[in-house]
């Protein structure tokens, strides 16, 4: 498979402090890859720069066959990004918010009202369509944060925590949508707390103070670690 995400000794200081430290890895076409570990670990600060959101202090990153240093702007056009917070309006109804997403990744406005019919009656939101976002449940809103971050069918979506918060029905729900995206090509890389969802990702690495300390296929990791759940691989990682 076509590798679309690549990372040679990526690095980001903060002043005295290393956040991410020379981390390497790759990720593939229509691949779930999890990035794992724990508050401060340096996730969230690696995703910014393979967004185009973050300058790198060293090493280097290619997304999309796209230098994000160099090329930042260009990055940003092959990707979806659902940010750990809510990142829709809420003061908004749904049909505006994706009429207004639609206009900033560049749709046309008879392919916004396309998209719109479509999304609204997969998700099944015809009947909330003209109430404000701020009014729904947060499973829904998740849910709709990330069918309009794939709206402009980018080629990866980055998904930073987009679980966080939400019932196990709701979890479960919005990991159909995952692997839907997955299954029709699109790369997902997804940032998470819940052990139990890095056993629903292709492959894992796990980062631990700014380094990544192990990456492979879950089954490998159980193995690799003689254990038969991915939190006692964390645990272990994260205790040294």
């Not at 979506?157 to 919005?174: A, H, I, K, Y």
């Amino acid at each position: 498979m076509a590798i679309v995400i690549q990372t040679d000794r990526l690095t980001r200081t903060f002043g005295a402090f290393t956040a991410v430290d020379a981390i390497t890895f790759e990720v593939h076409t229509g691949e779930i890859f999890g990035f794992l570990g724990a508050n401060g670990a340096g996730k969230t600060t690696a995703l910014k720069m393979l967004t185009g959101l973050l300058t790198p202090s060293g090493g280097s990153a290619t997304v999309a066959g796209f230098d994000v240093w160099k090329y930042p702007d260009q990055v940003k056009r092959h990707i979806g990004y659902m940010s750990q917070k809510f990142s829709l309006y809420e003061d908004l109804t749904v049909r505006e918010n994706i009429r207004l997403y639609g206009g900033i990744y560049g749709l046309k406005l008879h392919a916004i009202k396309e998209k719109t019919s479509v999304l609204l009656q997969k998700l099944d939101l015809e009947a909330e369509a003209d109430k404000l976002v701020g009014s729904l449940p947060l499973g829904w809103k998740q849910k709709l944060a990330f069918s309009v971050a794939l709206l402009h069918e980018p080629r990866i979506v980055f998904l930073d925590e987009p679980t966080s918060g939400v019932d196990p029905l709701t979890r479960r729900q919005f990991w159909e949508l995952i692997y839907e995206a997955a299954q029709q090509g699109v790369t997902v890389m997804i940032t998470t707390h819940y052990m139990d969802e890095a056993e629903y990702c292709d492959r894992v690495s796990i980062m631990v103070d700014g380094r990544i300390q192990a990456l492979d296929t879950p089954r490998m990791l159980k193995q690799q670690f003689e254990t038969d759940n991915m939190d006692e691989v964390f645990r272990r990682l994260a205790r040294g």
